[in-house]
C-alpha cells in the first residue's frame, strides 16, 4: 500500500470539513472520507514504499525545522475522471509552494517512490472532500457543497505518515509555531 505524506489543520478548521464530510454522506453522495479513518488534510506526496523508521526520523526534524502555515480555502474545484474527487482549493501562496519545494528537496532519495501528481511543478494542492464520485454525482455533490460553504481560514499545524486504503495512521509531527 502507499503512504502519503498529510498536512493537519488546526482543530476548528479540522472540524469544519468534517462537517462537509458528514454532510455528504448523510445525503448518500459519498461517504469515503467520512468513514475512512481520514483527517482532514492536504497531501504533500504520495509514495509507493518507504523506509519507516528512517523516513519518520527525517520527517520528525522535517517538521521541527519547518513553520506552521496559515492558508485560506476560498475555492471548490474537482478532478473528474475513475477517482471523481471534490475538493477545497486553497489560494497557493509562496508559503506552501516553499513548505512543498523543501519537503521534496529534503527527501529527494525517495524521489523514484513519488506518484507524479506530487512533484514540484505538477502538484495540486487541495483539501480532499469526495472521492469515488460517478460523474452523475459531481455535479450533486458541488451543489451539496456550495449551499453549505463559507470560506475556511486554516493553519497547518502538524505533518504526518499516512498508509492507505485503508487509511493507517502512523505518526505525525507538530510544526514550528
Not at 470539513?17 to 479513518?37: A, C, P, Q
Request: aromatic letters at 12%; one cysteine or more.
Amino acid at each position: 500500500m502507499p503512504f502519503a505524506i498529510e498536512m493537519f489543520f488546526d482543530a476548528k478548521s479540522e472540524e469544519m470539513v468534517r462537517g462537509i464530510w458528514r454532510i455528504l454522506h448523510e445525503k448518500n453522495i459519498s461517504s469515503y472520507m467520512f468513514t475512512s479513518g481520514s483527517r482532514p488534510h492536504i497531501t504533500l506526496s504520495v509514495l509507493n514504499s518507504i523506509d519507516m523508521l528512517e523516513f519518520s526520523q527525517k520527517l520528525k526534524t522535517f517538521a521541527e525545522e519547518s513553520n506552521s502555515l496559515e492558508m485560506k480555502f476560498g475555492s471548490i474545484g474537482a478532478f473528474p475522471g475513475a477517482e471523481g474527487v471534490l475538493f477545497l482549493s486553497p489560494t497557493v501562496t509562496y508559503g506552501l509552494l516553499k513548505l512543498h519545494e523543501s519537503f521534496h528537496n529534503v527527501f529527494d532519495c525517495y524521489k523514484k517512490e513519488v506518484w507524479n501528481y506530487y512533484l514540484p511543478g505538477l502538484w495540486v494542492p487541495h483539501c480532499t472532500l469526495a472521492i469515488d464520485l460517478h460523474k452523475n454525482n459531481l455535479p450533486l455533490a458541488m451543489e451539496c457543497v456550495l449551499d453549505n460553504y463559507q470560506p475556511i481560514n486554516a493553519r497547518i499545524e502538524e505533518i504526518g505518515i499516512v498508509e492507505f486504503r485503508p487509511v493507517k495512521h502512523h505518526i505525525s509531527y507538530e510544526l514550528r509555531k
